[in-house]
């Protein structure tokens, strides 16, 4: 089919409109934040630092720090979760391999695991995808607690109050 304009702008053969109703980019140029405040405490020694927290459709994206070794939780989840280690390793305890610097984990829907860190690792930071919720349980199965989005959210709103960045801060991680 012939062009029926020139194109001075070589990107616009691919630019569609933006819709109306498309929410907004989330571009973080320094993800591994050096401002402590921006990490969010989970327990001691171990905190997150949202991406993307999606309500609409339940998912959350974080990077989950670990400053200690052992054991760090007993966990499953009803649906995927993605996982790209950026520093350090762990592993889960009822597998045989280790995830390392730089690797790729996918977590099936359904499985228990139970999360390790080695102890000569100082600190490990992994990317994680978490698809719906996080359930907590006990060496049986039974469920303890659970995270989710909405959960998660909350964490950060009280956090970023209680170190002066104010509980809106989230807001931009709210999809």
Not at 19 to 40: G, L, S, T
Not at 120 to 135: A, P, R, S
């Amino acid at each position: 089919m012939p062009v029926e304009t020139s194109d001075t702008d070589p990107r616009t053969p691919y630019q569609l409109p933006f819709p109306q109703d498309a929410q907004d980019e989330i571009v973080i140029p320094d993800a591994i934040a050096e401002d402590e405040r921006i990490w969010v405490p989970q327990a001691e020694n171990v905190s997150f630092r949202p991406l993307c927290l999606n309500r609409s459709q339940g998912y959350w994206m974080n990077l989950l720090r670990v400053r200690k070794s052992g054991v760090l939780s007993r966990h499953r989840h009803p649906q995927p979760v993605h996982g790209f280690v950026l520093k350090g390793r762990w592993y889960y305890l009822e597998h045989d391999w280790e995830a390392r610097e730089g690797g790729y984990v996918f977590e099936p829907p359904g499985e228990t695991h139970t999360l390790v860190v080695p102890d000569d690792v100082e600190e490990m930071i992994t990317y994680f995808q978490v698809n719906g919720v996080m359930l907590y349980v006990d060496p049986y199965g039974k469920t303890m607690g659970y995270e989710d989005v909405f959960t998660k959210i909350e964490m950060c709103r009280k956090h970023y109050s209680e170190v002066g960045l104010g509980a809106d801060y989230v807001d931009q991680f709210i999809r």
